[in-house]
């Protein structure tokens, strides 16, 4: 896999910590992969929406990397959820459905951005960017990569 | 079936099996089923409702699922029944999820539900309102179907178009 410039977070130079969470190992594994290309580390993963949030509850990372169709609980609830109690929650919707109506709810229930499946790791990359630079003031901008 | 409705699953298959497989793919044939569908590989079904209904079985011999996950993982991973099983199912969920994109941008709304392991050897026959059509997908490590049953609600349409 091609190697990227490392992304590092603003406040403190260390490396950028993910939760991934997607039901398929398959979409994790793969994601994985790419945010390490990045340089960050992968703190946790989930499988579904429910997982997600206790996950986050727990580990607090700079940034989710959701899907949205999974059991239980899809991504677009459970990152309003995250959101709610974590107004600062950078999540990054990642789902193969990227229609307006999918990527306008996503992003006014919290999200950050959304990145269509099959991911290019060269288009993660510039969200990861854009979004760990986001302060707030530019949330809800970024769609339809 | 309506063409309009089947071309952007074939456009989406074709992008997908050739970034996730890392190979060009072709489109060997294109055949109306009439009998009962029979697995040939590992095959994992998703269904739609809403104005578009039916299924979507695709079905990969072993050495293409293998191919597919080890590309995702991005390590050579050993021909287990679970790894395959769930690589199709991926691959699936990214075709389908393309071509639902292009769907509803195009006005047709449905719901897409998670997909599941077909693992019967037969499926039911199909109708003459949900004939299935299956396309061949010839990749390098092997070939991939795709079993596309689907009918077109013009009631159901027309009812949320009238609501709105």
């Known amino acids: 896999m091609e ?8 406040e403190d130079g260390q490396a950028v910590r993910y939760l991934i969470v997607d039901d398929s190992v398959f979409a994790r594994k793969n994601l994985a992969r790419m945010v390490e290309s990045f340089g960050g580390q992968v703190v946790g993963e989930a499988g579904d929406g429910v997982s997600a949030i206790s996950e986050y509850d727990q580990l607090h990372p700079d940034i989710v990397l959701m899907d949205i169709t999974m059991p239980q609980m899809e991504g677009i609830e459970a990152a309003e959820k995250i959101v709610r109690d974590h107004p600062d929650a950078r999540i990054v919707m990642v789902s193969s459905v990227g229609y307006q109506e999918n990527i306008v709810a996503a992003l006014q229930r919290g999200a950050r951005h959304f990145v269509q499946k099959p991911v290019k790791p060269e288009v993660l990359y510039e969200v990861i960017k854009y979004v760990m630079r986001d302060d707030g003031a530019a949330r809800g901008a970024g769609a339809g990569v | 079936m309506r063409m309009e409705l089947i071309q952007p699953f074939i456009n989406s298959a074709d992008a997908v099996l050739a970034q996730g497989l890392q190979s060009p793919t072709a489109i060997e044939n294109l055949t109306m089923e009439e009998e009962a569908y029979r697995r040939r590989g590992i095959a ?13 079985i695709f079905d990969a011999d072993q050495k293409t699922a293998v191919r597919f996950a080890s590309c995702l993982a991005g390590a050579e991973l050993p021909e287990t029944d679970g790894l ?18 292009v769907l509803n941008d195009q006005g047709f709304h449905f719901r897409v539900h998670p997909p599941t392991v077909h693992t019967s050897e037969q499926g039911s026959k199909s109708s003459e309102d ?9 990749t390098e490590s092997g070939n991939v179907f795709m ?9 159901r349409a027309m009812e949320r178009i009238a609501a709105v």
Do not use: W
């Open chain 2, 44 to 56: 994992a079904e998703v269904c739609l409702s809403g104005d578009i209904e039916g299924r979507i």
């Open chain 2, 130 to 138: 949900t004939e299935a059509l299956v396309i061949c997908f010839s």
């Open chain 1, 3 to 10: 190697k990227f410039a490392p992304v590092k977070r603003s």
């Open chain 2, 84 to 101: 395959m099983r769930e690589a199709v199912c991926e691959l699936a969920n990214q075709i389908i999820g393309n071509a639902v994109t």
């Open chain 2, 147 to 155: 079993n596309v049953a689907l009918r077109y609600h013009r009631r």
